[in-house]
């Protein structure tokens, strides 16, 4: 069960949490320019705040603003070699958001599963679990370091890894609906679904093997909008935002 941080600012339900960020998150919302200044500082704005209450804190980042592995199978790209491509666009998105929070004064860390030893530090679950027990933002860059996996399967794995309290999965809806509200309008929200729900329903929010690494280590999934001013700071406090998705008994 979650462990209450309280400090004099505000309350958290959390001491350890995993932020997942889509690579979209990064990018321009008007131009669609993949790497824009102003969406990392916004994130950095953010991620400081919850640093700020004493919650430790994990990102893992997609890479999906810079370059898809389905766009290089399309062009003639093995698929092996594209998702490849695609870990290390996670790690330019990583570095760049390691950027925009140093320049707030957020002491951080980018770990990588594959070696690139230049520029960032590789995975090494002890090594990541002091920093962030010595208050280090940890930003988990190139995935899980295999192939036929997501960034949502790799922040389920660090998750369960870092001993987390719950995953936060940041989009730019306001939780899990029945269908895609954007093209349905008769869509419906769900406040709260199981792990197995959400397979069975094929809800395309995370894919199957993120669900079912977080249902085998009953590690709580919090869908929310992050673009909503604050309300990282709603989820954190326990306030109903989004949807969470359980084991159902919880």
Same mark, same amino acid.
Do not use: W
């Given at each position: 069960m979650p462990t209450e941080t309280t400090t004099s600012a505000s309350p958290s339900r959390y001491r350890?949490?995993?932020l997942?960020?889509?690579?979209e998150a990064c990018q321009? #919302?008007?131009?669609?320019?993949p790497?824009?200044?102003?969406?990392?500082?916004?994130?950095?704005? #953010?991620?400081?705040?919850?640093?700020s209450l004493g919650v430790q804190i994990g990102v893992v980042v997609g890479g999906g603003n810079i370059y898809r592995g389905a766009f290089g199978v399309e062009n003639g790209i093995g698929r092996t070699t594209g998702d490849h491509m695609g870990m290390l666009a996670t790690v330019i998105n990583s570095l760049a958001l390691q950027s925009a929070l140093e320049r707030l004064g957020v002491e951080t860390r980018v770990m990588t599963a594959l070696g690139i030893d230049a520029v960032a530090e590789p995975f090494i679950r002890r090594r990541a679990l002091r920093h962030l027990e010595k208050g280090r933002v940890v930003i988990f860059g190139a995935g899980t370091g295999n192939p036929y996996f997501t960034t949502d399967s790799a922040a389920a794995l660090r998750a369960s890894e870092m001993?987390?309290?719950?995953?936060?999965?940041?989009t730019k809806v306001d939780g899990v609906y029945s269908a895609d509200p954007m093209k349905d309008p008769d869509a419906t929200r769900y406040e709260?679904?199981?792990? #197995?729900e959400a397979i069975d329903q094929r809800l395309r929010v995370m894919d199957t093997a993120a669900f079912s690494l977080c249902m085998e280590n009953r590690i709580?999934?919090?869908?929310?909008?992050?673009?909503?001013p604050n309300e990282i700071l709603r989820v954190l406090r326990g306030e109903p935002v989004g949807t969470l998705v359980c084991m159902g008994d919880e």
């Open positions: 350890r949490i995993l997942k960020l889509s690579g321009n #919302q008007q131009t669609g320019a790497l824009d200044a102003q969406a990392f500082s916004a994130i950095a704005g #953010q991620v400081k705040e919850v640093a001993d987390c309290d719950v995953l936060f999965k940041a709260r679904i199981t792990y #197995q709580p999934i919090v869908v929310f909008n992050f673009f909503k």
